[in-house]
């Protein structure tokens, strides 16, 4: 067991950890929680020991390994596979000892190879390196080759390699696909250890963990389940901590009454002190409060165009004169909801730079709407912000000629209002330079928007936000992230990438995980998958997620439409003169009113069902 007592730690004047405590149970995975800012990173330091807290300490059994993400990128002539062996030490120094050895010593190194598995060791290094994405010609590559994000994959393949007793992880899929996420969250899943990972992915948390540990204002509070049940046990604490403050306040009020009404009295000043003293004593219940998220601002555009807005006939597009995609048959509809699957480096980007028209077709055909608006968000794009100026000064270059009470309220309305606005752009968390990316990207309101992992660097509540922000949002949306929770909640229409193409993808990210886990390759993926069918027998295959919404969508449309119906004939029927003058005609309205409302009634119904579905 991890135990974790009484720990303070400060920086500068503000207090981090205050008087944290924990107990983490063996071999728990542990998903560790909390706002940007709140500290996690901090306590993953005070638990590897790199930094000292003031008070408190931490009990952990003798002699417990811990891995952790090494902070730089791996880099050298070295091949991946031998980085990734070479992370087991231990082994590393055996077999360089092996090569001298003789008699006795050389058995008892052979016996201990044997013990930890080091003849194996090649075979399941590959096995991790090519679930994070390289295949086995990248594995033979030198380190130096890759760039940071592909070398930082190769430093969690170290850390999972060396299979720790303690597996500390830090945001492990900012640097992955949604494939190495998938892969990711199966692996973890089977862990044989103990696992404390920091994350704002909902899915890996729900999927791998068994405990939440929420740090919030200094305090550690741990939870048994994964983040849906957190969610759930948080919000039934906060009920209770109002519903005892209310109590509480209640009784204070009434002790304070009685004291001024009588502690002037000699006959009730005994009491009237007893009461005083028990105000005294009286220690407040904490109400526990969420900080509030700003909401994310996505304007669309005035006037919707008409379907397609964007129509690709055997296109093709690439750089220079090689060609990344080809045989692009696709079109892009006002109200589409369309993610992007596939590994990394089949070609989202290029897709998504062909759509927004930084690319030109290399051969075929795209045909665009001539006042098709398009918003472009990719991580990349927030080293285009400058480090000194502040939101305010970004978003007033977009508006020359308005006052500066107009850019301040948009920049309110962008989520930086008052003093915020005028930060320095260098002093932004990542969040906070994604918010403001993001509200640069779609200040005209696009009819298109495109986001090309938009999450990575937002805590999960700002993720919520974001996901709200996105279903609101009138126009098309293009959506390429590793976040499945995002994914689900945001698209009907999954269109896989691979195989030198982009086609839609029969199936749900049930399908699609169960295809990435079975080592199908990019080039099979790519064809549409084949529609299962059901035997007799079976229960009818269940609708997906996008087919589910997309009713609910249709539902939601009716609903408006028969509520709008009803409402005309009401205020038709409450004019008396209208039974005077036509009582045919009225009583006509008055059929049609009861059918509209029969038919409200089975589509509310319908939706409630729906929506049940969709909650299961």
């Known amino acids: 067991m991890l135990v974790l007592t009484d720990l303070t730690y400060r920086i500068g004047?503000?207090?981090?950890?205050?008087?944290?405590?924990?107990?983490?149970?063996?071999?728990?995975?542990?998903?560790?929680?909390?706002?940007?800012?709140?500290?996690?990173?901090?306590?993953?330091?005070?638990?590897?020991?790199?930094?000292?807290?003031?008070?408190?300490?931490?009990?952990?059994?003798?002699?417990?390994?811990?891995?952790?993400?090494?902070?730089?990128?791996?880099?050298?002539?070295?091949?991946?596979?031998?980085?990734?062996?070479?992370?087991?030490?231990?082994?590393?120094?055996?077999?360089?000892?092996?090569?001298?050895?003789?008699?006795?010593?050389?058995?008892?190194?052979?016996?201990?190879?044997?013990?930890?598995?080091?003849?194996?060791?090649?075979?399941?290094?590959?096995?991790?390196?090519?679930?994070?994405?390289?295949?086995?010609?990248?594995?033979?590559?030198?380190?130096?080759?890759?760039?940071?994000?592909?070398?930082?994959?190769?430093?969690?393949?170290?850390?999972?390699?060396?299979?720790?007793?303690?597996?500390?992880?830090?945001?492990?899929?900012?640097?992955?696909?949604?494939?190495?996420?998938?892969?990711?969250?199966?692996?973890?899943?089977?862990?044989?250890?103990?696992?404390?990972?920091?994350?704002?992915?909902?899915?890996?948390?729900?999927?791998?963990?068994?405990?939440?540990?929420?740090?919030?204002?200094?305090?550690?509070?741990?939870?048994?389940?994964?983040?849906?049940?957190?969610?759930?046990?948080?919000?039934?604490?906060?009920a209770v901590a109002a519903k005892a403050r209310q109590k509480q306040d209640a009784e204070r009020k009434h002790l304070q009454a009685f004291v001024d009404r009588f502690r002037a009295k000699a006959s009730k000043a005994r009491q009237a002190q007893s009461r005083l003293k028990r105000l005294e004593k009286m220690q407040p219940v904490q109400a526990i409060?969420?900080?509030?998220?700003?909401?994310?601002?996505?304007?669309?555009?005035?006037?919707?165009?008409?379907?397609?807005?964007?129509?690709?006939?055997?296109?093709?597009?690439?750089?220079?004169?090689?060609?990344i995609l080809q045989r692009l048959n696709l079109s892009i509809l006002p109200d589409d909801r369309i993610a992007l699957l596939g590994p990394n480096g089949q070609g989202k980007s290029t897709f998504c730079k062909l759509v927004a028209q930084r690319l030109e077709p290399m051969a075929g055909s795209m045909t665009r709407s001539s006042k098709l608006t398009v918003a472009y968000f990719a991580?990349?794009?927030?080293?285009?912000?400058?480090?000194?100026?502040?939101?305010?000064?970004?978003?007033?270059?977009?508006?020359?000629?308005?006052?500066?009470?107009?850019?301040?309220?948009?920049?309110?309305?962008?989520?930086?209002?008052?003093?915020?606005?005028?930060?320095?752009?260098?002093?932004?968390?990542?969040?906070?330079?994604?918010?403001?990316?993001?509200?640069?990207?779609?200040?005209e309101g696009p009819h298109l928007l495109i986001l090309d992992e938009p999450t990575n660097h937002l805590d999960i509540d700002s993720r919520a936000a974001l996901m709200e922000a996105i279903n609101d949002f009138p126009g098309a949306v293009i959506l390429v992230s590793h976040d499945r929770f995002l994914i689900e909640a945001c698209a009907e229409r999954l269109w896989l990438v691979g195989g030198g193409t982009v086609k839609p993808f029969d199936g749900d990210l049930d399908d699609y995980r169960r295809l990435v886990l079975s080592g199908q390759p990019a080039q099979e993926a790519a064809r549409p998958a084949p529609k299962r069918t059901v035997p007799v027998e079976e229960a009818p295959r269940r609708e997906s997620k996008a087919q589910l919404r997309k009713r609910q969508d249709e539902l939601d449309r009716l609903i408006a439409k028969l509520s709008g119906v009803i409402g005309k004939v009401d205020a038709a029927l409450a004019d008396p003169q209208t039974f005077a003058r036509e009582p045919a005609k009225a009583a006509e309205l008055a059929r049609m009113r009861g059918d509209a409302a029969d038919a409200l009634a089975k589509a509310e119904d319908e939706w409630l069902e729906i929506s049940g579905r969709l909650d299961n």
């Open 289 to 323: 409060v969420d900080s509030e998220v700003l909401p994310f601002d996505l304007p669309g555009a005035e006037r919707p165009l008409s379907p397609p807005l964007i129509a690709l006939e055997s296109a093709a597009a690439g750089y220079g004169d090689a060609a």
């Open 13 to 238: 004047d503000r207090l981090i950890l205050n008087r944290a405590s924990a107990a983490l149970p063996d071999n728990a995975k542990v998903g560790l929680v909390g706002r940007n800012g709140a500290g996690k990173t901090t306590l993953f330091r005070v638990l590897l020991g790199d930094a000292a807290t003031e008070t408190g300490s931490v009990t952990m059994p003798k002699g417990l390994r811990i891995g952790a993400v090494a902070q730089e990128a791996p880099s050298g002539p070295e091949s991946l596979l031998n980085v990734v062996l070479a992370a087991d030490r231990e082994r590393a120094a055996l077999l360089a000892e092996a090569e001298g050895a003789e008699g006795l010593r050389r058995a008892e190194i052979e016996t201990r190879l044997a013990d930890i598995g080091a003849h194996a060791a090649p075979a399941r290094a590959a096995a991790i390196l090519h679930g994070l994405g390289f295949d086995a010609a990248a594995q033979a590559r030198p380190c130096s080759s890759f760039s940071g994000g592909w070398r930082m994959r190769v430093a969690l393949a170290a850390v999972l390699f060396t299979e720790p007793d303690l597996l500390l992880l830090d945001e492990p899929t900012n640097y992955l696909d949604l494939e190495g996420t998938l892969w990711l969250y199966d692996y973890l899943e089977r862990y044989p250890r103990m696992a404390v990972i920091i994350s704002h992915d909902r899915d890996l948390l729900d999927t791998c963990c068994d405990h939440i540990l929420h740090l919030d204002q200094g305090k550690l509070a741990l939870y048994r389940g994964g983040y849906s049940s957190f969610e759930r046990q948080r919000a039934e604490k906060q």
């Open 379 to 443: 991580q990349h794009q927030l080293d285009e912000l400058v480090p000194s100026q502040s939101p305010v000064a970004h978003i007033a270059r977009l508006m020359p000629e308005a006052p500066e009470a107009k850019v301040r309220a948009r920049a309110a309305r962008i989520g930086f209002p008052g003093q915020k606005g005028d930060t320095p752009v260098s002093s932004l968390s990542g969040g906070e330079k994604a918010r403001l990316m993001l509200g640069l990207a779609t200040f």
